[in-house]
């Protein structure tokens, strides 16, 4: 099952403008990943926040997390036709018996224009 | 290319026949995961090996499956008799783990699977 759900679920924005994506997720992580995947490919590591993490910055990308909210946002600033991809969040589990086996959520689909 | 590769990218079957399909890991990982993905949804974790050991399988991964990784290096993924439902991107994905280490998981670019 899914654990994460991004929202929103599509995204179209106009190059070099900001595109924020949300992430929520149901029970306690020890930490949050987001990948991006093009279309018919394979997932690209982008970033990953730890639990007792609030912000982390990666080039363009912006990753916060809030762990009572249970929540986290991706950031890419100054965005690019390059950046038109899927994007999913990812949380891995305290070590219970799990296997640290990533749980994604649905995905959002961004779109830049040029 | 030190990725993660996968073989074969695509491979349309015949409903009832067998299929394999072969991960190789980044070399220095110890850990290797498959993952299924249908259209417009996230990859499911379907199982994993710690070196050579499967130590997890998911309830997905129904007995028609079978996963081995014989050396504790690449690994297959086999479905028998398949069934359209088995339609799905395949997804490897290896990590390295260690005291402390985040587990950042590498992914291969999948296979396509197209059952008719």
């Known amino acids: 099952s899914q654990q994460g759900e991004e929202d929103p679920q599509a995204l179209s924005i106009q190059e070099g403008e900001n595109a924020t994506m949300n992430c929520s997720y149901k029970t306690s992580i020890n930490n949050l990943q987001w990948y991006r995947q093009n279309s018919g490919r394979g997932l690209v590591h982008l970033i990953l926040?730890?639990?007792?993490?609030r912000e982390k910055h990666s080039g363009r990308l912006r990753v916060t997390l809030d762990t009572s909210k249970k929540s986290s946002s991706l950031l890419i600033t100054a965005s690019r036709a390059a950046d038109t991809a899927s994007y999913f969040c990812?949380?891995?589990?305290?070590?219970?018996?799990?296997?640290?086996?990533?749980?994604f959520g649905s995905g959002t689909q961004l779109t830049v224009l040029p | 290319d030190t990725g993660v590769s996968q073989d074969p990218r695509h491979k349309i079957t015949k409903r009832g026949q067998n299929v394999t399909f072969r991960c190789d890991p980044i070399?220095?990982?110890?850990?290797l995961y498959w993952y299924r993905q249908t259209l417009g949804q996230g990859p499911e974790f379907l199982t994993y090996f710690q070196n050579e050991a499967q130590l997890e399988k998911s309830r997905l991964l129904s007995d028609r499956f079978s996963a081995e990784r014989p050396k504790g290096s690449f690994s297959t993924l086999e479905i028998q008799r398949t069934e359209q439902g088995d339609s799905a991107m395949y997804l490897c994905?290896?990590?390295?783990?260690?005291?402390?280490?985040?587990?950042?998981?590498?992914f291969g670019p999948g296979t396509r699977l197209t059952v008719t």
């Open positions: 990812a949380t891995a589990h305290p070590f219970s018996g799990s296997a640290r086996q990533l749980t």
């Open positions: 070399s220095e990982h110890n850990r």
């Open positions: 926040i730890r639990s007792n993490e």
């Open positions: 994905a290896s990590s390295f783990t260690g005291e402390g280490r985040p587990h950042e998981q590498y």
